[in-house]
C-alpha cells in the first residue's frame, strides 16, 4: 500500500504539470504530445497494478485488521482498505480487472475530443457588450463576466453569445455525451452494478485510470 501511495503521488505531481502546461494553449500539438505520452504510462502502471486489489481481497478482512491494529504504517490505509472490501462485489478477478485497464486509454477519448472541440478548435466570438466595452468571450472571459460584472444586459450579452458555439456543434457534442453515457453503461455493466447511478453513487473508490486521464 505504501509503494502504491508513493507512486501515485508521484504520477499526479507528473499528470498535473503536463496538463497544466497543456492547458495554456491546447492548440500546441508538441505540449499536447508530452501529455499523452503521460497517459499512456499511467495507462501501463494500472495494467501492471490490476492484480493488486483481486489478491488483497483473497485475505479475509478479519486478518487485514489485525495486521492495520498491530501497524500504524498500515493503519492509516484503513478506510481505503475496509471501503475495497466493502466494495468488493464489484472487484474483478485479476484478468478481468487487466482487460478493463486495457481498455483506460479509450475512456478517455470523449473528455479530450470534448477538450479539443470546445477549446482548441473553437472559434471564440468578439461581442460587444451593452456597457460599450469589446470582448474576445473565451470560456475564462465568460465566466469572469458571470462572476464580476455588474451589468444585467452584459451578462445577459455574453450568456447568448457564447452558447451559440455549443448551437453550432450540437449534433458532435451529443455524440461526445453519447459517448460518455456508453463508457459509464459498459463499466457498470463490468463491474456487477445495476446502472450507471448506483456506480456513482457506491463506486466513487474503486480504481478508474480514466478519471485522472
Given amino acids: 500500500m505504501k509503494l502504491r501511495d508513493d507512486i501515485g503521488q508521484l504520477e499526479y505531481k507528473v499528470w ?39 489478491e488483497l481481497l483473497r485475505i479475509p478482512l478479519p486478518s487485514v485488521r489485525r495486521w492495520m491494529d498491530s501497524r500504524s504504517d498500515l493503519a492509516v490505509y484503513r478506510f481505503a482498505v475496509e471501503d475495497l472490501y466493502r466494495q468488493q462485489e464489484h472487484v474483478l478477478d485479476d484478468k478481468g480487472e487487466h482487460l478493463l485497464s486495457l481498455a483506460s486509454r479509450f475512456e478517455s477519448t470523449p473528455n479530450d475530443a470534448y477538450g479539443a472541440l470546445s477549446t482548441a478548435d473553437a472559434k471564440f466570438p468578439t461581442v460587444r457588450l451593452p456597457g460599450g466595452a469589446d470582448v474576445t468571450l473565451t470560456y475564462g472571459q465568460y465566466r469572469a463576466i458571470l462572476a464580476t460584472n455588474r451589468s444585467q444586459a452584459d451578462r445577459a450579452a455574453v450568456f447568448a453569445e457564447f452558447h451559440k458555439l455549443y448551437e453550432t456543434n450540437a449534433n458532435t457534442y451529443a455524440s461526445l455525451y453519447n459517448g460518455v453515457l456508453q463508457r459509464d453503461w459498459f463499466v457498470a455493466q463490468a463491474r456487477g452494478y445495476g446502472s450507471t447511478l448506483e456506480m456513482a453513487l457506491h463506486g466513487n473508490n474503486i480504481p478508474r485510470p480514466w478519471s485522472r486521464i
Wanted: glycine fraction near 0%.
Fill in 16 to 54: 498535473y504539470f503536463a496538463s497544466l502546461w497543456h492547458d495554456q494553449d491546447q492548440r500546441d500539438n508538441q505540449i499536447n504530445a508530452k501529455r499523452q505520452e503521460v497517459q499512456i504510462l499511467f495507462a501501463k502502471a494500472a495494467q501492471a497494478a490490476a492484480w493488486f486489489d483481486p
